[in-house]
């Protein structure tokens, strides 16, 4: 029988993976806490956030992956471009299926 390997408790920030692009977890950084403006890091963001029913912030992020990508033209762009038109329908039918607020009146 072999002996037993303790296991670390310690895990290396390279064997966490985002679950959508398969990237290290280290490769991401939370946008507030970043200067860099990775349009691939917003565009990511706005699919787990689209993924998760959150459709107003899917928008808003790639909004924001858009943006970041400057005057680059060409596939990735209009993949961005096509992904934004699905979370605004997304959030459309979100917003359109939500009953509406109760009135309050004041007096």
């Not at 950084?29 to 912030?57: T, V």
Request: positive net charge; proline residues 8%.
């Amino acid at each position: 029988m072999w002996p037993r390997r303790k296991r670390s408790r310690v895990v290396k920030p390279d064997e966490f993976r985002c679950i959508l692009t398969l990237q290290p977890a280290s490769h991401f950084k939370a946008p507030a806490m970043s200067a860099e403006k990775s349009p691939r890091m917003y565009d990511s963001m706005a699919q787990a956030f689209h993924l998760i029913g959150k459709h107003e912030e899917a928008v808003d992020a790639q909004e924001m992956a858009i943006h970041f990508l400057g005057d680059e033209d060409g596939p990735l762009r209009e993949e961005m471009s096509q992904r934004l038109l699905k979370y605004a329908e997304a959030a459309e039918e979100n917003a359109a299926s939500r009953p509406p607020r109760p009135r309050v009146v004041s007096k």
